[in-house]
Every structure is written in structure tokens, then in C-alpha cells.
């Protein structure tokens, strides 16, 4: 069956230090691949989108990563500050007659002073 | 940046009664909008894609007749609960693109929350 999983466990580390959250896909093919930030009662807020043919993606203290092969997507953040601390989604395109965008259940991150 | 104006931000209604929600692109034309709905702990469940001026495309299992779609202008798409009942209290969430919706950024409203008593 087709699965889109983030890491499930709420995400604690120590500012400034470097938060890694993974994205991992079964049985998708997918041609892009994009990250998203929300807050609590808030709608998600774009950050990131790669492409299959693209490694890596940065933007500021962000960095995405896309391995077709392992059929994973990696995000970091660096140096990391309390305003950091949001739930970060990966959303993935469904290939195929009723095209869409797949979406993970987030990973909760929290950044402690 | 693009922005996307949700209102209203809550709403608590009565069961049986309707509801509107209302999703304005402010700077940009968006050709296409997004409906989702999201539960507590769960993913954004896309509802129904709107185009302006065709009637909305809804997922399976999304009761068209009872989640009106409108989506009258390139900046202007609403949601109506029809007859709402206690199980449709949920988080409503419209977003839109100006490019396709996989391969461009999704802007997002916040959200309407909304309580059937």
C-alpha cells in the first residue's frame, strides 16, 4: 500500500543545534516533493520544494534533501532558535490520472532556550 | 509574498443549520483552490479542488451536496456546510496556487474552526 510517514515522536533539541526531520514514501513516485511549517490553529506555510533530478535544496538555515532511491526526503534546520518550534509536514505528488498532493502527518519540533 | 485571507477564523453553529467560509488570494490570481479538512493528529485531507468558473472536483468519500463549493472569481472561492452536523466539527483549511497544485507552492489561509453543538 501507498504510505507517507514522518517521524512520529515530537522532536526535542537544544538551541542551536541542528533538527533533522525525516520523510520517507512507499509505493509513490513522486516528481516533487515539498515541505511545509504549521502552527498550532494555523494553516502550513510553504518552505521548501525539490524536485526528483535535485539532490539538495537550501534556503537560509533550511536545507531539504531527495534520495529517489531510498525514497526519502531529509530536512534540517540549523542553528536552530525557539521560533523554530512548529510541526513540519512533507507533502508529496501522487502520480497519475487524479494528480494530487499526498500529505504526512508532521513532525512536532521543539526547541528548547 | 502571496497571500491567502480565511474567514471566518471560528465559527460555532447549531446542527442543522449552514455554514459559509469564505478564501480571498489577495495579491495574486489563483486559477485553482484547494479545500482540506484536518482532524486532530491527522494529515490535511484534500476535500475538493476548485477552478474558477467549473463546478469543483471532490474527492471520494466528500458528500458534494453537502460541501457547496463556489468559486465565482480568480480571487474568491467559498465553502458552505449544508445542514451541518456534529461529525463535520473539524479544521477547514482553503489554500491556493498560481501554478499547478504539485509543482508550486500552496499558500494557505488559517483556517476556519468549526463547531457543530
Known amino acids: 500500500s501507498q504510505k507517507i510517514e514522518q517521524n512520529s515522536e515530537a522532536l526535542n533539541i537544544q538551541e542551536g543545534k541542528t533538527a533533522t526531520l525525516t520523510c520517507n514514501y512507499t509505493?509513490?513516485?513522486?516528481?516533487?516533493l515539498q515541505w511545509y511549517r504549521q502552527d498550532p490553529g494555523r494553516g502550513p506555510v510553504f518552505l521548501l520544494l525539490?524536485?526528483?533530478n535535485e539532490k539538495e535544496k537550501r534556503k537560509e538555515r533550511l536545507k531539504v534533501t531527495f534520495d529517489t532511491t531510498l525514497k526519502q526526503s531529509l530536512f534540517h534546520i540549523t542553528a536552530s532558535q525557539p521560533a523554530d518550534s512548529a510541526t513540519y509536514l512533507c507533502?508529496?505528488?501522487?502520480?497519475?490520472?487524479?494528480?494530487?498532493?499526498?500529505w504526512g502527518l508532521g513532525t512536532s519540533l521543539a526547541v528548547n532556550p | 509574498g502571496a497571500v491567502v485571507s480565511q474567514h471566518p477564523s471560528r465559527v460555532i453553529c447549531k446542527s442543522g443549520t449552514s455554514v459559509k467560509i469564505e478564501c480571498r488570494s489577495l495579491?495574486?490570481?489563483?486559477?485553482?483552490m484547494f479545500w482540506y479538512r484536518q482532524f486532530p493528529k491527522q494529515s490535511l485531507m484534500l476535500m475538493a479542488t476548485?477552478?474558477?468558473?467549473?463546478?469543483?472536483?471532490?474527492e471520494q468519500g466528500v458528500e458534494k451536496d453537502k460541501f457547496l463549493i463556489n468559486h465565482a472569481s480568480l480571487t474568491l472561492s467559498t465553502l458552505t456546510v449544508t445542514s451541518a452536523h456534529p461529525e463535520d466539527s473539524s479544521f477547514y483549511i482553503c489554500?491556493?496556487?498560481?501554478?499547478?497544485?504539485?509543482?508550486?507552492?500552496?499558500?494557505f489561509g488559517n483556517g476556519t474552526r468549526l463547531t457543530v453543538t
Open positions: 489554500s491556493a496556487t498560481e501554478g499547478g497544485q504539485y509543482n508550486s507552492p500552496l499558500h
Open positions: 525539490i524536485r526528483e
Open positions: 476548485s477552478n474558477e468558473g467549473s463546478k469543483a472536483t471532490y
Open positions: 509505493n509513490y513516485s513522486p516528481a516533487y
Open positions: 495579491d495574486f490570481q489563483a486559477t485553482t
Open positions: 507533502a508529496l505528488d501522487e502520480a497519475g490520472n487524479n494528480r494530487k498532493l499526498i
